[in-house]
């Protein structure tokens, strides 16, 4: 992949503009579908898909900072950024050849919504313990069961479904229609625009080719590469959130007056804006670094993924905690652009991978093969084999 976001998306997610209509999404509790084509004829949806197939193919360093963009302004925008990226990742690299080329395009434009349909009721972190089943009859796959809190669920055109075909981990590209039926999840604070769904699949139906990968790779390999990810971007994006909200506190302190001074002139005040600072700074570096692994097709780029993930989820609540304690009563206002990135804080600790889980797979990483050690911890695979790439796993 080589070459930049495209130009016209980067002026458009700079403008004031984007910014105040974020802000209006929120609001109303819904990004519409109208303001995703707009932004989606400008690429924003295609970053991830090679030229061939109708994205930017632009290299993963530079798509996260089209996700700290994004989330700085709208959390919900970005969640869509990262669930749609996920699905590309999984057609562009476990579909059959067919199913790629007839899909990416679709998916690059923004023609096609994709949702990532993993969480169930039962099955949230652990993906184990998942119920949806994927039967194979003839040339027919019939796709049975429940699945929550899918972003961008509402409005999207086709689902991508993880379930159990055989008893084997698998996964199809389903669409909206028939046997789906689609509920309107609680609003989630901090995400209030994502139009979050709960949608039933209830005996869908799919044509055979529309398996991604064979059954017996779906949780192992398909999940746990999409997650590496999911992982990255919702680190990005955190970062988007801890950038936004140090300059709200520094912007503060450096204009409220205080005893005849500034906050900012405060040992105190300037001990927490510094701590806030660094641990942003730490994580856009990580994040960076975890983007160039991830192009280099390093082993280890699922658990540095995990780690700047836990990293960034981390500081943008650290940062977030510290404009609202230095904004005062100010910052605590429904209304205020503050209380949005709070509360996506608080979400970016839990989707993709909750600290607990994340802080698994990085201490599993480290203790594996040590004599004493039990192995219980979910294994972060092997994400990015060159080998696999552009491989139909059929
Ligand atoms: C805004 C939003 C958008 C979402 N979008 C999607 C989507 O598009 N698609 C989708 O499939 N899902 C989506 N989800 C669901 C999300 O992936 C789950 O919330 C997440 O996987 C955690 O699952 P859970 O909520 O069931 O929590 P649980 O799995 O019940 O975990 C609850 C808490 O228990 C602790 N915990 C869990 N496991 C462990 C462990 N092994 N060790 C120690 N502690 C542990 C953690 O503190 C965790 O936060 C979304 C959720 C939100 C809030």
Do not use: N
């Not at 899918?150 to 046997?179: E, H, K, M, N, P």
């Not at 004599?371 to 080998?387: I, L």
């Amino acid at each position: 992949m080589t070459g930049p976001a495209p130009a016209a998306l980067l002026a458009a997610l700079r403008d004031d503009a984007f910014t105040a209509r974020a802000t209006a999404w929120e609001r109303a509790g819904a990004v519409p579908r109208a303001a995703i084509d707009e932004l989606a004829a400008l690429g924003l949806l295609g970053l991830t898909v090679d030229t061939a197939h109708r994205g930017s193919g632009t290299p993963p360093a530079a798509v996260t900072d089209v996700h700290r963009l994004v989330a700085a302004a709208s959390p919900s925008l970005h969640s869509l950024l990262v669930v749609h990226a996920m699905v590309c990742h999984a057609v562009r690299r476990w579909a059959s050849a067919e199913l790629r080329d007839a899909l990416l395009p679709e998916l690059a434009t923004g023609r096609m919504l994709a949702a990532f349909a993993l969480t169930e009721q039962q099955a949230g972190a652990d993906t184990g313990a998942l119920t949806t089943t994927i039967d194979r009859v003839g040339d027919t796959l019939r796709i049975t069961g429940t699945k929550r809190w899918l972003s961008f669920g509402q409005i999207a055109d086709a689902y991508l479904v993880f379930g159990s075909t055989d008893g084997r981990g698998s996964c199809a590209l389903v669409d909206a229609g028939a046997g789906v039926r689609v509920a309107v999840e609680p609003v989630t604070a901090g995400l209030r625009a994502a139009r979050l769904a709960r949608v039933t699949f209830d005996g869908a139906t799919a044509p055979a080719s529309r398996a991604v990968g064979r059954p017996g790779i779906g949780i192992p390999f398909v999940v746990t590469s999409c997650l590496t990810l999911g992982r990255l971007y919702v680190a990005a994006g955190a970062v988007g959130v801890a950038e936004a909200a140090l300059r709200l506190a520094a912007d503060h302190a450096a204009t409220r007056a205080h005893g005849g001074t500034t906050l900012g002139d405060r040992q105190l005040v300037r001990g927490l804006l510094a701590d806030a600072a660094l641990a942003t700074d730490a994580a856009a570096r990580y994040v960076r670094h975890t983007a160039q692994e991830i192009e280099d097709r390093e082993p280890s780029a699922a658990v540095t993924a995990a780690r700047a993930k836990l990293l960034a989820s981390r500081a943008a609540t650290t940062a977030t905690a510290t404009a609202s304690r230095l904004l005062g009563a100010a910052g605590q206002t429904e209304d205020h652009p503050l209380a949005r990135l709070h509360a996506a804080a608080r979400v970016h600790e839990v989707i993709e991978g909750p600290t607990e889980v994340l802080q698994d797979i990085i201490a599993a990483d480290l203790l594996r093969g040590r004599p004493g050690t039990t192995d219980r911890a979910p294994s972060p695979a092997a994400p990015y084999r060159k080998e696999d790439d552009h491989r139909a796993e059929h």
